[in-house]
């Protein structure tokens, strides 16, 4: 690569699929960055099957990727892209001032089935627009286990806690050996919780997102919990507004 081109690179490894980000600026007067940018091209592109390049490259290409631009820089940038293989995403102005329009910030790729999707925005804090490109790379799913687990929700507590008391735990102590007597315990305790707690299945997750704690899963369930109740219509209006007040505070 040329140490004379302004630009920062970054490579991303996800699973087996590794993506090569480069953020490039041309200085306006700089007439030789495009010779430059031509020979690092060509280097990176040949070892990188996703390469995604984006910055100002202060070279017009107002009409797409056509070489018909009317701008020379313009012109010999896409010739370029052209003859490595790669295409820029970016079609709509990014720089509009009070007499010109033109389309200088870019994004490369060397992939294009990759990209799902790419635009401009308009944050109207500088005549430049911030451009996007949404860049499709396969994830792993970290897949679930299926796992029968007590259903709590029309728990009798009261009665649950009768039916422990009228256990006769003294049967345990009929027997000599402590396996046994441990054995003939958990029998009696678990005859009670299948009778009041039953069991329900669930997809449990082999790998929890780091960032989510025990105590944010809990927000989350009263939230989700708060969204079932509300039907769309005033009688639940107030439910709602907790929903929505509980959202803004997670």
Not at 160 to 182: C, G, M, R
Not at 184 to 212: C, G, M, N, Q, Y
Not at 214 to 229: A, H, P, S, V
């Amino acid at each position: 690569m040329s140490d004379d081109i302004k630009a920062i690179w970054a490579e991303l490894l996800l699973n087996s699929q590794r993506l090569l980000i480069g953020c490039l600026y041309r200085p306006p007067d700089d007439s030789s960055f495009l010779d430059k940018f031509d020979e690092t091209l060509g280097k990176v592109q040949m070892t990188r099957k996703n390469l995604v390049i984006v910055g100002d490259l202060s070279a017009d290409v107002s009409n797409g990727n056509s070489t018909a631009t009317s701008n020379p820089m313009g012109k010999k940038l896409l010739t370029i892209l052209n003859t490595h293989g790669c295409k820029n995403v970016i079609s709509n102005p990014t720089r509009v001032t009070q007499t010109t329009k033109s389309t200088i910030d870019l994004a490369i790729v060397n992939n294009l089935p990759k990209v799902s999707n790419s635009g401009v925005l308009d944050l109207s804090i500088a005549d430049h627009k911030m451009i996007f490109i949404t860049y499709k790379m396969k994830t792993k799913s970290p897949g679930f286990s299926i796992k029968r687990v007590r259903n709590y929700r029309r728990l009798d507590k009261k009665s649950l806690q009768k039916d422990l008391q009228d256990v006769p735990w003294w049967v345990a102590s009929l027997f000599d050996d402590i396996d046994d007597v441990t054995h003939a315990w958990e029998l009696l305790f678990k005859d009670v919780p299948d009778t009041h707690i039953p069991t329900r299945t669930a997809k449990i997750r082999k790998e929890s997102l780091p960032w989510v704690t025990g105590e944010i899963r809990e927000e989350m369930n009263k939230r989700y919990k708060l969204l079932r109740k509300c039907d769309g219509t005033s009688n639940t209006s107030a439910i709602w507004k907790v929903k929505k007040n509980k959202k803004q505070s997670d």
